[in-house]
């Protein structure tokens, strides 16, 4: 099972709006709509920012959303905020049997 | 407060075994899945293996199937991680994670150990 892509980084000025990609296959993204998304800043733990494509967990600024389209899930921040500035992973449940596939991370710089 | 908390950072010798640990509280273990993720220095996050403290079903990553072995005490509400003979490769971050779902191994990750840093040297 190989990883979801992501693109490698992404930029964006303050106030600015971005959106990360999560390319998958049949057998994952475009399966199931269990998509999730992380943030993790240098040296913590990641936190969950996205679950099943676009709900929020309790706690999570509304500036995250989360969608989808076939095979692509995406992560969008609105309103980019210098604390924004970290490594992003998506997620997919990919079946009984591989259950689980992380994307590739996307490193976003907030200029 | 729910949470998951991790052994310490470990430095060990190629060759020898290890076992880490990852303490669950604040909500009952048997009925959520334990995930093991692994992350090697400055890359991204990898699944390992999924434990059901409830009967202790454990699946495995294709990638991580006979290289490590996950196991749970249920009567201490910890889960673990262990080698029988480690290797430089195994130098990484390991994190423990709940699903956010009882039950339900296919959900999101919304509980997350602190990480332990296993350094093999």
């Known amino acids: 099972q190989s990883a979801l892509t992501q693109p490698a980084s992404v930029s964006g000025s303050p106030g600015q709006s971005i959106t990360i990609s999560c390319t998958g296959t049949?057998?994952?993204?475009?399966?199931?709509?269990?998509d999730s998304w992380y943030q993790q800043h240098p040296g913590k733990a990641p936190k969950l920012l996205i679950s099943e494509v676009r709900k929020r967990p309790s706690g999570v600024s509304n500036r995250f959303s989360g969608s989808k389209s076939g095979h692509t899930a995406s992560l969008t921040i609105s309103g980019l905020q210098a604390e924004d500035e970290a490594d992003y992973y998506c997620?997919?449940?990919?079946?009984?049997?591989?259950?689980?596939?992380f994307g590739t991370g996307t490193k976003v710089t907030v200029l | 407060e729910v949470q998951l908390v991790q052994s310490g950072p470990e430095v060990k010798k190629p060759g020898e075994s290890l076992k880490i640990s990852c303490k669950a509280s604040?909500?009952?273990?048997?009925?959520?899945?334990i995930v093991w993720v692994r992350q090697m220095p400055g890359k991204g996050l990898e699944w390992m293996g999924i434990i059901y403290p409830g009967d202790s079903d454990t699946r495995y990553s294709p990638s991580f199937r006979g290289q490590v072995t996950i196991s749970a005490d249920k009567s201490i509400s910890t889960a673990y991680l262990q080698w029988s003979s480690l290797k430089a490769s195994d130098t990484a971050m390991y994190y423990c994670?709940?699903?956010?779902?009882?039950?339900?191994?296919?959900?999101?990750?919304?509980?997350w150990g602190q990480g332990t840093m296993v350094t093999v040297s």
């Open positions: 997620c997919s449940y990919a079946g009984s049997s591989t259950l689980y596939v």
């Open positions: 049949s057998s994952d993204v475009g399966s199931y709509n269990l």
């Open positions: 604040g909500y009952s273990f048997t009925v959520y899945w």
């Open positions: 994670v709940r699903p956010e779902v009882a039950a339900n191994a296919g959900g999101a990750f919304d509980i």
